[in-house]
């Protein structure tokens, strides 16, 4: 078959059809970015464009409070930071990790109507300069572009209140979440709204709301259907009215909620976490032909070159059958997976993604 581009790949993914092969996606740490460099990738190269890797671009606005963001306490090993979202949290300079949160500006209901008070979603949120300079070498190289929104419950527990604090609001005051959910969507929504109008179009909407850890969802799933289920599905019906697709990033055990995120009309999901419950080739089984899996392949196998073969050779057969499915590990590739490795993971891929 012809070799085709990213988007046409992704279309036909979508599509439920066949293509010259599944897309390839990769999402390392900047410490492993920094390992491959030692290890003999050239500095200044993509990392995609090194191993010819699918290539995706976002587009979207800022859609935080606009806190004034400052730095709170800086060292050689750490930095302490006040943010936009009015958020203090603490990130190592030379180790990738989640956040340490440290304190929060949005801490109760007065405190969240003065924070929703200042997102107006004015032009100046977008950077203009950067979509003339870019989008179309996007479209010409034939690049995956999405719109990229920031809602939900992941966005609301991480970056503004708290998770202790957001599940507590879900249990006693759910009208207070649902009203924070659908500003934020309300938001993201009016920014890519403006994008569009200003005839750069997308190929779909992508948005990250981790709803799950290891063992299940953080939440019941009456209390997803009463709160977070809205909010969702009008994103996905906004991308649907403009004839594009909607791809959820959701990390952890959702298995609870897939049977209505399918039913809402969502397209792809990814990452598939494995070591959290989700099986890949289940999905495949149940919902063939509805919607795209993206991931799906054990992250933590991935610094074990036979093991990872062994689980491509086992679940990319099975995965990219009638299309439907993007190769891509189930989390974020660790700095354990040297340069070498990656690339003998990237060929296998390649080969045995062949249609």
């Not at 599944?22 to 990392?47: K, N, Q, S």
């Not at 060292?75 to 006040?82: K, N, P, R, S, W």
């Not at 997308?202 to 990250?208: K, M, V």
Request: proline share 3%; net charge negative; with cysteine.
């Amino acid at each position: 078959m012809v070799e085709m581009t990213t988007r046409e790949r992704f279309q036909r993914m979508y599509a439920h059809k066949e293509a010259d092969r599944v897309p390839i996606l990769g999402g390392p740490w900047g410490t492993t970015l920094a390992r491959w460099r030692r290890e003999g990738m050239p500095e200044g190269i993509d990392f995609v464009d090194y191993f010819g890797l699918d290539h995706t671009v976002g587009v979207g606005g800022e859609v935080s409070p606009r806190y004034e963001a400052k730095i709170v306490e800086e060292t050689d090993d750490y930095v302490i930071a006040f943010d936009s979202w009015g958020t203090t949290a603490k990130n190592w300079k030379h180790a990738s990790s989640t956040p340490h949160w440290l304190g929060r500006t949005v801490v109760d209901r007065e405190s969240w109507e003065q924070a929703k008070a200042r997102l107006e979603m004015g032009r100046d949120r977008v950077n203009w300069d950067h979509l003339r300079a870019n989008y179309a070498t996007w479209r010409e190289r034939g690049w995956w572009i999405y719109g990229g929104l920031f809602f939900g419950f992941d966005v609301t527990h991480a970056r503004v209140v708290g998770t202790e604090r957001l599940l507590t609001w879900m249990a006693e005051d759910p009208e207070l979440v649902i009203d924070v959910f659908n500003t934020e969507v309300d938001c993201s929504l009016q920014l890519l709204q403006m994008i569009w109008d200003e005839g750069y179009s997308f190929d779909g909407i992508s948005w990250c709301d981790d709803m799950g850890y290891r063992n299940g969802t953080f939440f019941s799933l009456p209390m997803y259907r009463d709160i977070l289920k809205l909010a969702q599905q009008r994103a996905i019906d906004w991308a649907h009215e403009k004839g594009i697709v909607a791809h959820l990033h959701s990390c952890g055990n959702i298995n609870e909620l897939m049977p209505d995120l399918v039913d809402m009309g969502l397209d792809a999901l990814n990452p598939l976490e494995v070591k959290a419950g989700m099986d890949p080739v289940d999905l495949k089984r149940r919902y063939a032909g509805k919607l795209v899996l993206d991931g799906g392949l054990n992250a933590m196998l991935w610094d074990d070159l036979d093991r990872i073969e062994a689980e491509i050779r086992r679940l990319l057969p099975i995965l990219k059958e009638s299309g439907g499915y993007i190769f891509r590990e189930d989390h974020s590739i660790p700095d354990s997976v040297s340069l070498e490795n990656y690339r003998g993971i990237v060929q296998l891929a390649k080969e045995l993604g062949a249609y």
